[in-house]
C-alpha cells in the first residue's frame, strides 16, 4: 500500500476543517487524480502525503508509515528516498545545466543513487534515457535550464522526479501553463514513465478533462464549507 488515509482532517491553525476524507487507498504502480476548485485543499493535501504538514485528526500512511509517528528528519529522509515531486513551478535550479538538475535526487538519497545504478550502471546513463524518453535527447545535458522553453524546463522537472525510479510522484498542476495538444502529449509521458517504473502517480489540476486517464479519482468540495470528498473507481 502507497497511500492509507484514515479519518483525516486537517485545518490551518484557529481555522475549520479544511479536509475531511473518511478513507482512501492507493496500492502500488495505480495514480489517483485530486480535482476541485482554487482553495479547497488540494496543495494541503500534497503537503499531507509528503509529510510537510501533519493531520490535525486521524491517520496518513505513506509507504506503511504513519506521517504524525515520524520525526521531522526521518519524514525528510522518506521524501528523500521515496518520492518525486514535480512543482508548480518546477522549482530548478536555474544556473545548473539540466544534468545537474536531474542528479540532485541520487545526491542526497542512497537508496535512489543504488537503484538508479544497479538499473543503468550510473545515474548519468538513467538520466540519458530519461531525456531520451521525454524528447530532451536533442539538447546538451549541459545546457542551463534558464535557457529553455517553459515545455523543456517542465519537462527536466519530470526526470528530476523519475531519477532512482520513488515509490511516489507527487505533481502540483505539472499542465497549467501547457496548450491541449501539449498537455495530452505530456500527460502520456508522465504516466507512462510511472508505468515502467512501477510508480505511483497523485496528480493535482484544475482540468477536468485530465481525470479519466487516472486509474481513481478524488473530488474536493467548495472551499467555503467542510470538503466533501469523493473517490471515484
Not at 496543495?43 to 521531522?72: H, R, Y
Not at 535550464?145 to 505533481?171: D, N, T, Y
Request: charged share 15%; glycine share 8%.
Amino acid at each position: 500500500m502507497v497511500i492509507s488515509l484514515s479519518q483525516l482532517v486537517y485545518a490551518w491553525p484557529g481555522q475549520p476543517p479544511l479536509l475531511r476524507i473518511e478513507a482512501l487507498t492507493l496500492e502500488a504502480g495505480q495514480s489517483l487524480f485530486v480535482g476541485g476548485p482554487s482553495g479547497s485543499g488540494k496543495s494541503s493535501l500534497l503537503a499531507l502525503l509528503s509529510g510537510v504538514v501533519l493531520p490535525t485528526a486521524g491517520d496518513c500512511q505513506v509507504l506503511g508509515q504513519s506521517m504524525a509517528s515520524l520525526s521531522p528528519v526521518a519524514r525528510d529522509r522518506l521524501r528523500a528516498d521515496a518520492m518525486g515531486i514535480v512543482f508548480q513551478q518546477f522549482n530548478l535550479l536555474p544556473y545548473l545545466s539540466m544534468m545537474d538538475n536531474v542528479l540532485l535526487p541520487v545526491q542526497v538519497s542512497h537508496q535512489r543513487l543504488k537503484q538508479s545504478c544497479e538499473q543503468y550502471g550510473t545515474p548519468a546513463k538513467q538520466a540519458q534515457v530519461l531525456f531520451e524518453r521525454l524528447g530532451l535527447s536533442g539538447l546538451p545535458s549541459s545546457t542551463p535550464v534558464h535557457r529553455l522553453s517553459v515545455g523543456q524546463q517542465q519537462r527536466v522537472a519530470v526526470a528530476r522526479a523519475f531519477m532512482g525510479w520513488p515509490k511516489l510522484v507527487i505533481a502540483d498542476e505539472p499542465t497549467s501553463a501547457l496548450d491541449d495538444d501539449n498537455r495530452d502529449a505530456f500527460l502520456d509521458l508522465l504516466l507512462g514513465l510511472a508505468n515502467e517504473g512501477s510508480t505511483s502517480v497523485v496528480m493535482v489540476s484544475h482540468d477536468r478533462r485530465l481525470a479519466d486517464r487516472f486509474d481513481q479519482q478524488l473530488w474536493l468540495g467548495n472551499a467555503k464549507s467542510v470538503q466533501s470528498v469523493g473517490v471515484e473507481r
